[in-house]
Nanobody, 128 residues
C-alpha cells in the first residue's frame, strides 16, 4: 500500500501562487498514476489534474489547464500541483490520490473511483 500526505495549502489572496505537495510513503510513486481532486463546500468532488508516472503523461480538467501544473520529483517520491494566479473560486480542500489502474484515455484518470489511495486533504482558501 501507499500512504499519501498533502501539504502546502493555506489562506492566500487572489492572484498569488501556491504549490501543493503530495508525499508518498510505503511504496514509490513509479507504479501509479497520481491525481489531484478538490471539493468545495456544498459541491461534489471534482478532478483537477493527473500525472501517470508510468508514462509521464499529464491530464488536466479544463478549469485547470491554463494556471495549474502537475509535476513530480521521483527522488522525493512527491507529486506537486503548482497553482498560479489563484482566484476565489478555486477555494476547496485539495486531495491527492494514487491509482494502480492502467487507464486508457483521459476519461479514466478523472474518475475518483479509479483511485484506491487517498491523502487527508489540504485546505486552499483564496480571498478576494
Amino acid at each position: 500500500q501507499v500512504q499519501l500526505v498533502e501539504s502546502g495549502g493555506g489562506l492566500v489572496q487572489a492572484g498569488v501562487s501556491l504549490r501543493l505537495s503530495c508525499a508518498a510513503s510505503g511504496r514509490t510513486f513509479n507504479g501509479y498514476a497520481v491525481g489531484w481532486f478538490r471539493q468545495a463546500p456544498g459541491k461534489e468532488r471534482e478532478f483537477v489534474a493527473a500525472l501517470d508516472l508510468r508514462g509521464v503523461s499529464t491530464y488536466y480538467a479544463d478549469s485547470a489547464k491554463d494556471r495549474f501544473t502537475i509535476s513530480s520529483d521521483n527522488a522525493k517520491n512527491t507529486v506537486y500541483l503548482q497553482m498560479n494566479s489563484l482566484k476565489p473560486e478555486v477555494t476547496a480542500v485539495y486531495s491527492c490520490a494514487a491509482s494502480s489502474v492502467y487507464c486508457v484515455g483521459y476519461g479514466c484518470y478523472k474518475l475518483a473511483r479509479e483511485y484506491a489511495y487517498w491523502g487527508q486533504g489540504t485546505q486552499v482558501t483564496v480571498s478576494s
